[in-house]
């Protein structure tokens, strides 16, 4: 259903008629008969289409990705908190670990485990990357997007699969997807 619908909203935004965000989102959920459970995706993956052009231009030495620390085994994470976030000791007990060494594979600018939002609006005004890819849960991702917005950043969101405080999920083999382009 996800490539459906990301199919289905490419078509409909190179269509040039539905320009807004909330107006694409609405138009391509009529259009596919969604329920509601899917409103939050189909918001994100408009504004993933919406940014898809300056962000897949942007080198991948200018962007930065963020994770969010729920991510990490809550129980038994042997990483430490800094002043940008969590610093991953490699224990391999989640995914942050492979997450984090992809990225800096592909050469990525910086890789922030965050609690939060300021945090990462920090980031951004001292690192200024030129592309942001972030995960997490809705209400973060959409402050998030915002904010990147303003600051003229193109940015690219992913949704856990499951969200929560602690021990939270996420498809890698989308992350990985979205860190190529
Ligand atoms: S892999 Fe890193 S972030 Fe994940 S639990 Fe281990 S130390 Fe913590």
């Known amino acids: 259903m996800k490539d459906k619908i990301r199919k289905v909203i490419q078509k409909t935004y190179s269509s040039g008629l539905h320009t807004e965000v909330h107006e694409l989102t609405s138009k391509v959920i009529n259009l596919l008969g969604l329920s509601d459970e ?19 231009k942007t080198p991948i030495e200018e962007r930065v990705l963020f994770l969010p620390h729920c991510l990490r085994d809550a129980e038994s994470c042997e990483g430490e908190y ?20 992809y990225a800096k594979n592909l050469g990525y600018k910086g890789v922030y485990i965050v ?39 193109p940015s690219q969101g992913i949704l856990l699969t499951k969200a929560g405080c602690i021990n939270t999920k996420v498809e890698k083999a989308e992350i990985a997807r979205k860190l190529k382009k």
Do not use: T
């Open 82 to 101: 800094g002043e940008k976030g969590l610093i991953c000791h490699k224990c391999g007990r989640c995914d942050i670990m492979d997450i984090v060494e």
């Open 38 to 56: 899917w409103a939050n995706y189909v918001d994100i993956e408009v504004r993933n289409i919406m940014n898809k052009e300056p962000f897949n």
């Open 115 to 153: 609690p939060g939002g300021s945090i990462v609006y920090n980031i951004m005004s001292q690192n200024k990357p030129r592309g942001i890819i972030g995960v997490a849960c809705y209400e973060e991702l959409n402050q998030a997007m915002k904010k990147a917005r303003e600051e003229g950043i």
